[in-house]
């Protein structure tokens, strides 16, 4: 039995699973549309298609180093229950491993190299699954790359340095990045706009105080604070959180001045949305369902 573009269209809306899942499907089934259905509900893929409008807001940050290739990814899922789990721990991992391993640009990418085992996960543990975000870095013998994992997962850290630095002190300082949450590493990196941003604002909190100082006086005033702005956004510029008594700066330059090359934190679920639970209109729509006799 054959089959056409049209089929693959209307399994694909039947299940919700992708279009080329659909044609293999349709394929194996020999165009036979509730065999093919079948196939996809037996792969796991009609599941993972009810939960396509669900919102996966909690997971984990993971990370994966190997030799001189690291990499950080979030994956994330419906509930910190099944986030804590280890078939969703080794899920990730597993996808953490192939980023190390395989060249690949973008999530999408990733995803559609690991479609089975999604799927196979999404049906073990019955929700959804998002793979969100990953970095990775390749380094060579002049530099060398490590990670830090916080709070099993909710905060992670990749971080690059000179191949001198020990490993104790890559380590503080990627304690320090997910402590002290720095954008930049030092405040050359730090755009001018975003300086310029800060001085407009900190200039118009001056102005807008009960008694304004005179212009000269606030403009010393913002040089002062944007000193401390660099504190706050500089990797290097921020007191050290095993010894407040030093910098970051003053840190590396104990340990021979090796230097920061780059880091990435992510904040698990940061930006996303989080499911919202109205249980008094959960409770008054089950009531009006039951009022209309539907």
Same mark, same amino acid.
């Given at each position: 039995?054959?089959?056409?573009?049209?089929? &693959?269209?209307?399994?694909? #809306?039947?299940?919700?699973?992708?279009?080329?899942?659909?044609?293999?499907? /349709?394929?194996?089934?020999?165009?036979?549309? #509730? %065999? +093919?259905?079948?196939?996809?509900?037996?792969?796991?893929?009609?599941?993972?298609?009810?939960?396509?409008?669900?919102?996966?807001?909690?997971?984990?940050?993971?990370?994966?180093?190997?030799?001189?290739?690291? &990499? /950080?990814?979030? &994956?994330?899922?419906?509930?910190?229950?099944?986030?804590?789990?280890? %078939?969703?721990?080794?899920?990730?991992?597993?996808? +953490?491993?192939?980023?190390?391993?395989?060249?690949?640009?973008?999530?999408?990418?990733?995803?559609? +190299?690991?479609?089975?085992? @999604?799927?196979? $996960?999404?049906?073990?543990?019955?929700?959804?699954?998002?793979?969100?975000?990953?970095?990775?870095?390749?380094?060579?013998?002049?530099?060398?790359?490590?990670?830090?994992?916080?709070?099993?997962? *909710?905060?992670?850290?990749?971080? #690059?340095?000179?191949?001198?630095?020990?490993?104790?002190?890559?380590?503080?300082?990627? /304690?320090?990045?997910?402590?002290?949450?720095?954008?930049?590493?030092?405040?050359?990196?730090?755009? !001018? #706009?975003?300086?310029?941003?800060?001085?407009?604002?900190?200039?118009?909190?001056? /102005?807008?105080? !009960? *008694?304004?100082?005179?212009?000269?006086?606030?403009?010393?005033?913002?040089?002062?604070?944007?000193?401390?702005?660099?504190?706050?956004?500089?990797?290097?510029?921020?007191?050290?959180?095993?010894?407040?008594?030093? $910098?970051?700066?003053?840190?590396?330059?104990?340990?021979?001045?090796?230097?920061?090359?780059?880091? $990435?934190?992510?904040?698990?679920?940061?930006? @996303?949305? *989080?499911? %919202? =639970?109205?249980? +008094?209109? =959960?409770?008054? !729509?089950?009531?009006?369902?039951?009022?209309?006799?539907?």
């Amino acid at each position: 039995m054959s089959f056409t573009a049209k089929d &693959v269209m209307k399994l694909r #809306e039947q299940t919700g699973v992708g279009m080329m899942d659909c044609k293999k499907a /349709l394929t194996e089934a020999d165009g036979d549309m #509730e %065999q +093919a259905v079948e196939i996809l509900r037996k792969k796991g893929m009609a599941t993972s298609a009810k939960r396509a409008d669900k919102i996966a807001s909690q997971g984990v940050v993971s990370a994966c180093i190997k030799g001189n290739v690291g &990499v /950080l990814v979030e &994956v994330n899922c419906e509930s910190d229950f099944v986030a804590r789990g280890e %078939q969703f721990k080794s899920f990730v991992d597993k996808i +953490a491993e192939y980023i190390v391993a395989n060249d690949v640009e973008d999530v999408a990418a990733v995803v559609a +190299a690991n479609q089975d085992l @999604l799927h196979e $996960t999404i049906a073990k543990i019955g929700e959804k699954i998002e793979v969100r975000r990953f970095v990775k870095y390749v380094t060579d013998d002049a530099h060398k790359v490590d990670s830090y994992i916080h709070m099993g997962g *909710k905060i992670g850290v990749l971080v #690059e340095m000179d191949a001198q630095a020990s490993d104790e002190l890559i380590h503080d300082v990627a /304690l320090q990045i997910a402590a002290a949450n720095p954008k930049y590493v030092t405040s050359a990196e730090v755009p !001018a #706009e975003e300086v310029e941003h800060e001085k407009e604002i900190l200039k118009a909190q001056a /102005l807008n105080e !009960a *008694k304004p100082k005179p212009l000269n006086i606030i403009e010393k005033m913002i040089e002062g604070r944007i000193h401390k702005f660099y504190k706050e956004v500089c990797l290097v510029e921020q007191p050290f959180v095993k010894d407040a008594d030093k $910098t970051v700066a003053q840190l590396l330059k104990e340990h021979g001045g090796v230097t920061v090359v780059k880091f $990435t934190r992510y904040t698990m679920g940061e930006g @996303l949305e *989080k499911k %919202q =639970e109205d249980l +008094a209109a =959960e409770v008054e !729509a089950q009531i009006n369902k039951a009022k209309s006799g539907n």
